[in-house]
């Protein structure tokens, strides 16, 4: 089972570089979700997505762009990488129905910003 | 706003020693507790939730964990800790109202557990 996959794993950008972190999920999941961890912060929630062509800012948007054209992929665009930039991104996503239901995370990509 | 609490930035216990880790919410509504943990270059992966009924719920790996609404708390537990069991752990909440539940989950800044031989 595949479940929540993220690529690339590690990435370096230059400040001021764009890029595109991908995530696509095959667990037919409406909800999908992007987090970024810093030590200490917990995981912060940039944007989500609660359905093809539905997305919404999470706590800490500024910076990031998301679409979400099918129910499978919900790619994160850095426009301009800056160093504070620097963080682990995660992808998630979980099923319809109610909010109590498991949220699952994928393997999580390495950004440095330099 | 919702909010949780870990106040522990470590904590360290011997294998074979009980194992507790402290998680405090806050939310305006009914509380959806989970559990996460998290191995070094990983990615989170669920351990346990609460949504209602028994206040002690059972999870992966030999963990549990006690919700008492009286104190907002939801303290992960294990019996007897393994060396394998050094990681990561965050609690998260989410509101159970209507559509203030959304996609937010909120993370605690987590607690790193170290199990020593």
């Known amino acids: 089972n595949a479940g929540v996959t993220q690529t690339p794993k590690f990435q370096v950008l230059k400040t001021g570089q764009s890029m595109t972190l991908q995530c696509a999920q095959d667990?037919?999941?409406?909800?999908m979700s992007w987090y970024r961890q810093d030590p200490g912060m917990g995981l912060r929630l940039i944007h989500y997505?609660?359905?093809?062509?539905?997305?919404d800012q999470g706590e800490v948007p500024n910076g990031y762009n998301v679409s979400r054209s099918t129910t499978e992929d919900f790619p994160l665009r850095l426009l301009s990488a800056a160093p504070s930039q620097t963080s682990v991104y995660f992808c998630?996503?979980?099923?319809?129905?109610?909010?109590?239901?498991?949220?699952?995370f994928g393997e999580g990509s390495w950004l440095t910003v330099v | 706003a919702q909010s949780v609490a870990q106040p522990e930035d470590q904590v360290n216990v011997a294998e074979g020693n009980p194992l507790t880790v402290k998680c405090t919410y806050s939310v305006s509504g009914n509380p959806y507790l989970f559990w996460y943990v998290q191995y070094p270059n990983r990615g989170l992966q669920f351990l346990l939730k609460y949504i209602t009924g028994d206040n002690l719920v059972k999870g992966s790996y030999g963990f549990e964990a006690e919700f008492n609404k009286s104190q907002t708390s939801f303290h992960l537990k294990k019996p007897s800790a393994l060396v394998s069991d050094s990681a990561l752990y965050f609690c998260a909440v989410r509101d159970s109202r209507g559509k203030a539940a959304g996609n937010k989950l909120t993370f605690g800044g987590g607690t790193r557990v170290l199990v020593k031989p």
């Open positions: 998630a996503s979980r099923p319809t129905g109610g909010a109590g239901n498991t949220i699952y």
């Open positions: 997505s609660v359905g093809a062509g539905i997305t």
């Open positions: 667990m037919n999941h409406e909800y």
